[in-house]
């Protein structure tokens, strides 16, 4: 899912950015995954910088832990 930040929102500029090559290193997971994830809305919240797409490492965390199994 990619969003514009709102203008009200302030975005934290000391968060860690990653990018989906870094996720899917983590995940070891192929990149047509997370952009399949993406396409469906069921990836981690990203954002559209420029032309770059980013991933807030505090969302990607909060992302996982909704993630775990039980």
Not at 17 to 35: G, H, R, S
Request: hydrophobic content about 35%.
């Amino acid at each position: 899912m990619t969003t514009t930040p709102n203008r009200n929102q302030p975005v934290e500029v000391d968060q860690q950015w990653l990018t989906p090559k870094e996720i899917c290193a983590q995940l070891q997971i192929p990149e047509q995954t997370f952009y399949q994830w993406r396409a469906k809305h069921i990836g981690p919240h990203a954002y559209r910088i420029g032309r770059h797409l980013r991933i807030r490492q505090s969302d990607f965390v909060a992302w996982l832990s909704l993630h775990a199994e039980p």
